[in-house]
């Protein structure tokens, strides 16, 4: 009988549907923190870092010692239980090595700009829950508001000097020594029981806090997967691996904002060595960009004008490839930096893009076109990244939660929305002003723009700066732009102004070039008799000014010159 059962039943097998073989293989959680461990057993004697130190020394560190410091951190913040870490410091070698160590125990940073006020960073740490903070020494001061109401969160000093061991170490030192004493008691585990791959790629890796210029900072939440997607475009549209050798990284642009763009994972992605600046010295850029090996950088239109401004700028022997963002940049300013062997890569994106997410792509038909249209062409923010879903233009006058694009025609207007992998996750905190993002399914930017023919979007301004006068829409990024053209206008920032008859018209602040003198009437003048402006675009103001108000990022402070219109006050820390 028994045999009779066994035939019946392989019978039946047959017929049955076997269970799925479950395996996982070919998956594994995305985290950009597995960066740097790979980096270090790839080639562990390549410079990862070069930095002059606080006692104006030079550091060299390799892989292997970033990875072993970064490690050393992940250990003493797991040893201590910390799970949110704050991080007030410029662009150190400890900011980096921060960045990986906090992933890698399983904590969140929150690193905040040491330019705000001190009631902001105090702001942006309590909203941020943080247990602990990394701060550079010099930025210590910062925080007294906020150790008075928090007396209990403890601080790890960075002294940033080039020893690790003695008088001149500090306790973020001590704290790598520490971490790293405990994984040898613990049986030297190393990176294997930490989370160089996160448990879930979409938990929280940071949390990035916006600019806060005109509300209280958002803090938007930057998840394991995005930052690892978001690297790997920006190695791409970057070129970081394009050439031969390593790619040298100039650290311009703050590893606080929008956590450097997710270039510390980027760079260390492909081996690069991150140059570490404490503060931008224009002298000391130029002189690096001479002497050692950059190939890279990133940094706002108005960082690159002042450093195409700068007396000791000449044409580079070798290219290096510019990532410039933050805000539009003028066809004039590429020309500039392209004759200085600076050239540019044109991207686009915001704090809850991570950063870049879209890039003007050069085609090489361009070169077959006037220099001219050339530099527009490059100008505009273009198509959306590879490792997200194409960028869109959507109508604004219709209800909240529709989304219909414009035409492509590179006439009609309408809101730049995103959808795709890099994209945050959402606003820590704040689920009404996550929804507001996220308002038909798609994440809206306030940036105003048309969409070409050829598919590529341009800005044209944010919603709230665009000047309607007369009936006609003045974009002011276009007009400081066409300013930009004087030869001798340094920078340029447009707001409206009332007229009795046309409702609004432009007033332009602007600076001048060094050496050179300059009078509104005299630009008035220019506009109208020489630049090719459009009349109805022609300022009806403009006051030359020292110096115009900037985020810490190199944007231009719209809401300030608003205030400078209605009073004499000209102070650009406001």
Not at 167 to 174: A, I, N, R, W, Y
Not at 411 to 431: L, W
Request: contains cysteine; hydrophobic residues 40%; charged residues 25%.
């Amino acid at each position: 009988m028994s045999g009779v059962k066994s035939r019946l039943s392989n019978l039946l097998g047959h017929f049955s549907t076997p269970a799925p073989f479950e395996h996982r293989i070919n998956r594994h959680t995305l985290s950009p923190t597995f960066f740097l461990p790979r980096a270090a057993a790839i080639e562990p004697e390549a410079e990862a870092v070069y930095h002059i130190t606080a006692n104006n020394k030079v550091l060299r560190r390799s892989y292997s010692e970033l990875a072993d410091r970064a490690r050393g951190l992940a250990y003493y913040l797991k040893k201590h239980g910390f799970k949110r870490v704050g991080i007030l410091c410029p662009n150190t070698p400890a900011f980096l090595e921060s960045i990986f160590g906090i992933a890698a125990a399983g904590a969140i940073n929150v690193a905040v700009n040491y330019r705000l006020k001190k009631e902001d960073i105090a702001y942006i740490f309590d909203h941020g829950d943080v247990d602990v903070i990394i701060v550079d020494q010099e930025f210590e001061p910062l925080l007294e508001a906020y150790r008075a109401d928090h007396p209990n969160i403890p601080f790890i000093v960075d002294t940033d000097t080039d020893v690790t061991e003695g008088q001149l170490t500090g306790p973020f030192d001590d704290a790598v020594l520490e971490g790293l004493k405990h994984d040898q008691e613990l049986g030297a585990l190393g990176w294997e029981a930490l989370e160089s791959q996160a448990a879930d790629e979409d938990s929280l890796i940071a949390l990035a806090y916006t600019s806060g210029t005109t509300a209280r900072p958002k803090g938007v939440e930057y998840t394991h997967r995005g930052c690892y997607l978001a690297a790997l475009g920006n190695v791409i549209e970057s070129g970081l691996n394009y050439h031969r050798g390593r790619a040298g990284y100039l650290w311009t642009l703050p590893m606080f904002h929008a956590m450097g763009w997710t270039f510390p994972w980027a760079v260390t992605a492909v081996r690069g060595t991150h140059y570490c600046l404490r503060k931008i010295d224009y002298p000391q850029i130029w002189k690096m960009l001479k002497e050692e090996h950059i190939t890279h950088f990133n940094a706002a239109p108005t960082v690159n004008t002042l450093l195409c401004n700068a007396k000791e700028a000449e044409k580079l022997p070798e290219p290096v490839r510019v990532t410039v963002a933050a805000s539009p940049p003028t066809p004039h300013l590429f020309e500039q930096m392209t004759d200085l062997n600076l050239h540019p890569v044109h991207v686009y994106g915001m704090t809850e893009t991570y950063g870049p997410i879209t890039k003007g792509y050069y085609l090489p038909q361009w070169d077959q076109i006037p220099l001219k249209e050339k530099y527009q062409k490059m100008a505009r923010q273009g198509h959306g990244f590879i490792t997200s879903l194409p960028v869109r233009v959507i109508k604004t006058e219709v209800p909240e939660d529709t989304v219909t694009d414009v035409e492509k025609n590179g006439q009609e207007i309408g809101e730049i929305v995103f959808v795709g992998n890099i994209c945050a996750r959402g606003y820590f905190k704040d689920p009404d002003a996550t929804r507001k993002l996220f308002a038909g399914e798609v994440l809206h930017s306030g940036d105003l723009a048309v969409w070409h023919p050829d598919g590529a979007i341009q800005i044209l301004d944010r919603a709230k700066d665009i000047i309607i006068s007369g009936g006609e829409n003045i974009s002011s990024v276009a007009l400081e732009s066409m300013l930009a053209t004087h030869p001798d206008i340094l920078e340029a920032g447009v707001v409206s102004v009332p007229d009795s008859h046309w409702g609004e018209r432009p007033k332009a602040f602007v600076t001048v070039k060094q050496g050179q003198q300059l009078e509104g009437k005299d630009v008035i003048d220019w506009a109208r008799n020489v630049s090719g402006i459009s009349k109805f675009m022609i300022p009806r103001e403009v006051e030359v000014v020292p110096e115009l108000p900037k985020t810490s990022t190199g944007k231009i402070r719209k809401n300030v010159l608003r205030e400078w219109v209605k009073g004499p006050s000209r102070s650009v820390n406001v």
